[in-house]
């Protein structure tokens, strides 16, 4: 054998991993012409590379399996690789770093380190099984062999970059359970109540959204399929079906204005367009507070607990990460190994992990590649 591993996939988790094993140990097998596809167009191609805030709580999972990578090595170690690599991540919105220029910064990194290893592009794993302790994965071009696969394929997201089913595919024929996948950090549809957000396209205001137990803080941005918004995008990580409540006034005070003499739309502190949509919709005239009667003010109330359902996401096209993927029931969460098939890995979105917006993501796609170094280079050194 030429190599002792086979890494499917060639984005951020398949290239960190690439990075951290030893030279000459590895062969990437990426369908696309070139790996990271997705790095360059995430974050508005700036790349959200991590976060200060940092723990279980930001992803969607169980909490003790995302608890060991994290722990072995988080954003600050995550950090510290990176300032060795001559890559100094910027702090913006507070808590989120981003590279300084543009996600190519990181991207290269990773594809000088990567040539250590193997890269085989434009190539499509068709399957993968195993005999006598070797691997053997079928591609459109080829057969490989290995002591090691690890399954660093990705989600359904982006399928223009070459998203594919071939991860969960393979879970499933060593006998893993895949949790019902779906798209997320995705904007919403609506019903045709709602119609009229689309009227506000390219308006954003900040809103409190609830879903069930969780609460979305940010912006909310209309648009013509309905709306989307960083608060819109985590939301859709804890929305399968239902309704949601949205505070279109967070921090607005309704003891404050008694009284008030102000025109509703000067009032209120959404942009006046919103204002006067919200009014159109719930019958309301556009005068002043204090002249509403208890009726109309309890109508216009409903906009600090706006509630609907959605009719549904933008889809996959549109979606930055898939939600669900192989259960980590099944996965030791100390070293990314299938408790199903020994030798055989699965690290980044391809699991049943998903982060909220804010880096979250990458940087689980980080630490689940760190933990399965480390065991890849104990078990095959």
């Known amino acids: 054998m030429n190599n002792q591993i086979i890494i499917i996939g060639g984005g951020a988790s398949a290239l960190m991993l690439a990075s ?3 030279k000459n140990s590895a062969t990437i097998i990426e369908s696309n012409a070139k790996a990271g596809a997705k790095i360059l167009v995430s974050g508005g191609g700036k790349c959200n590379i991590t976060n200060t805030l940092m723990g279980t709580e930001y992803f969607l999972g169980d909490k003790n399996f ?10 600050k170690a995550l950090l510290r690789w990176l300032e060795r690599q001559n890559l100094h991540p910027v702090l913006r919105k507070e808590t989120q770093y981003f590279c300084k220029d543009s996600a190519k910064e990181l991207l290269e990194i990773f594809l000088k380190e990567s040539r250590k290893q ?8 068709l399957e993968v099984t195993k005999r006598d302790d070797i691997f053997y994965v079928k591609t459109n071009k080829k057969t490989y062999t290995a002591k090691a696969v690890v399954v660093a394929s990705g989600g359904l997201s982006y399928p223009k970059l070459g998203a594919s089913s071939i991860g969960y595919e393979i879970a499933e024929s060593f006998g893993h359970t895949i949790v019902k996948t779906a798209p997320a950090l995705v904007g919403f549809t609506v019903q045709k109540e709602q119609f009229f957000f689309k009227e506000l396209s390219g308006v954003s205001t900040e809103v409190k959204i609830r879903v069930g137990d969780n609460v979305c803080v940010g912006a909310l941005l209309f648009a013509h399929k309905g709306m989307s ?12 079906k239902g309704k949601i ?4 006034l967070p921090g607005f005070s309704w003891k404050n204005v008694e009284g008030s003499k102000k025109q509703i739309s000067s009032l209120l502190t ?30 216009l109330q409903t ?14 096209s549109k979606a930055e990460v898939t939600k669900g993927g192989v259960a980590t029931s099944e996965i030791d969460g100390s070293t990314m190994m299938s408790q199903e098939e020994e030798g055989l890995y699965f690290i980044g979105e391809v699991l049943d992990v998903t982060g909220r917006l804010g880096g979250y993501n990458f940087q689980w796609a980080f630490s689940s590649a760190y933990s399965c170094a480390k065991s890849l280079s104990s078990r095959h050194a």
């Open 245 to 248: 409540e949205i505070d279109f």
């Open 229 to 240: 918004g960083p608060a819109v995008l985590d939301a859709s990580l804890y929305w399968e």
């Open 20 to 22: 951290l094993l030893p």
């Open 270 to 299: 959404m942009p006046k367009r919103v204002t006067k949509a919200f009014l159109l919709q719930l019958s309301l005239e556009d005068k002043p507070y204090h002249q509403l009667t208890v009726k109309e003010r309890e109508t």
């Open 303 to 316: 906009l600090s607990h706006y509630s609907f359902a959605p009719a549904g996401t933008f889809g996959y």
């Open 66 to 75: 995302v608890e060991q990578p994290l722990r072995k090595f988080n954003e």
């Open 118 to 125: 193997k890269v085989c592009l434009n190539e499509h794993v």
